[in-house]
């Protein structure tokens, strides 16, 4: 079954699913068009997908085994070169055919810069965007774009979605005062707690979409990323929070982005590929 924008590439190493039978639907987004310090995420998709020939398919937490899983992986999305729109657009586009042949799927998405993770977000409609993230995000536009990745956050709270966001360190005077009177609630990584984050999103509508910009970890574990912030979360930090979030609230669909660099076994693509499973198998068991 082929999707009107995508193409095959490296696959898993264990046997995929058709989209008409899969639970979870990976779609790589290679783009970087607008990223502003560190180049590479075009290359993020095939590096976590690499990064995963380095993991045990077993979890040992949930007992779910990944080469179990019904997962189809439809390669990765042709991205228009600097257009951020456009790409969009085709994300948009490919999300909704997914959904056409399998409406119970969800689809997974792999950045790629985080100004695509409006393509899901739209295609979905979820009814609240939980992002894991360094930045707000919040910008009415970046270096004259509104489609920059600096605005995605803003982007998606003017589609009326409720957004709250986790492990931030990084953004402007303006974008804490949009967040103000937007109803944003936003908790600083330095007061980034397990039990703060319950608090907020336990009064969000669902179904809930999630996003995990990687450089909410700290630096150490992700220094290939578009805008690396020293000062962010631990990977267990994050998981509890994930599984509590999956255990609580219907997921319609998650992504990883920002996941860059130019060499196969980059430390920043192990620490997305060992989300990547942790995350398919908690919303498995
Ligand atoms: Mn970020």
Same mark, same amino acid.
């Given at each position: 079954?082929?999707?009107?924008?995508?193409?095959?590439?490296?696959?898993?190493?264990?046997?995929?699913?058709?989209?008409?039978?899969?639970?979870?639907?990976?779609?790589?987004?290679?783009?970087?068009?607008?990223?502003?310090?560190?180049?590479?995420?075009?290359?993020?998709?095939?590096?976590?997908?690499?990064?995963?020939?380095?993991?045990?398919?077993?979890?040992?937490?949930?007992?779910?085994?990944?080469?179990?899983?019904?997962?189809?992986?439809?390669?990765?999305?042709?991205?228009?070169?600097?257009?951020?729109?456009?790409t969009i657009k085709r994300g948009i586009e490919t =999300? *909704?055919?997914? &959904? #056409? %042949?399998?409406?119970?799927?969800?689809?997974? @998405?792999?950045?790629?810069?985080?100004?695509?993770? !409006?393509?899901?977000?739209?295609?979905?409609?979820?009814?609240?965007?939980?992002?894991?993230?360094?930045?707000?995000?919040?910008?009415?536009?970046?270096?004259?774009?509104?489609?920059?990745?600096?605005?995605?956050?803003?982007?998606?709270?003017?589609?009326?979605?409720?957004?709250?966001?986790?492990?931030?360190?990084?953004?402007?005077?303006?974008?804490?005062?949009?967040?103000?009177?937007?109803?944003?609630?936003?908790?600083?990584?330095?007061?980034?707690? =397990? *039990?703060?984050? &319950? #608090? %907020?999103?336990?009064?969000?509508?669902?179904? @809930?979409?999630?996003?995990?910009?990687?450089?909410? !970890?700290?630096?150490?574990?992700?220094?290939?990323?578009?805008?690396?912030?020293?000062?962010?979360?631990?990977?267990?930090?994050?998981?509890?929070?994930?599984?509590?979030?999956?255990?609580?609230?219907?997921?319609?669909?998650?992504?990883?982005?920002?996941?860059?660099?130019?060499?196969?076994?980059?430390?920043?693509?192990?620490?997305?590929?060992?989300?990547?499973?942790?995350?398919?198998?908690?919303?498995?068991?």
């Amino acid at each position: 079954m082929e999707l009107l924008y995508t193409y095959e590439t490296l696959k898993l190493e264990f046997p995929m699913s058709d989209i008409d039978k899969a639970d979870f639907v990976i779609l790589g987004i290679p783009f970087d068009g607008t990223t502003s310090y560190k180049p590479g995420t075009r290359f993020g998709p095939t590096l976590i997908r690499q990064a995963t020939l380095n993991l045990e398919s077993y979890i040992l937490d949930y007992d779910v085994d990944i080469a179990d899983v019904k997962i189809a992986d439809v390669g990765d999305l042709a991205i228009v070169a600097g257009n951020p729109l456009e790409t969009i657009k085709r994300g948009i586009e490919t =999300v *909704e055919e997914i &959904k #056409k %042949i399998n409406p119970s799927a969800i689809p997974v @998405v792999l950045g790629g810069e985080h100004s695509m993770t !409006f393509a899901p977000v739209k295609a979905l409609t979820p009814k609240s965007y939980v992002v894991f993230d360094a930045h707000l995000d919040l910008r009415e536009s970046y270096e004259d774009n509104p489609w920059n990745h600096a605005c995605v956050a803003r982007r998606i709270s003017e589609l009326g979605i409720k957004v709250a966001e986790f492990g931030i360190r990084s953004g402007t005077k303006e974008e804490v005062e949009y967040a103000k009177n937007a109803g944003i609630p936003w908790v600083h990584a330095r007061d980034y707690t =397990v *039990e703060k984050l &319950k #608090k %907020i999103v336990k009064e969000l509508p669902e179904p @809930v979409y999630v996003s995990i910009d990687i450089d909410v !970890f700290d630096l150490s574990m992700v220094p290939s990323t578009g805008t690396p912030e020293a000062g962010g979360l631990r990977f267990w930090e994050v998981i509890e929070a994930l599984e509590w979030l999956v255990e609580n609230k219907k997921i319609v669909g998650f992504d990883i982005m920002e996941v860059a660099g130019t060499e196969l076994g980059d430390i920043t693509a192990l620490t997305a590929a060992k989300l990547l499973f942790y995350l398919i198998g908690m919303l498995s068991k």
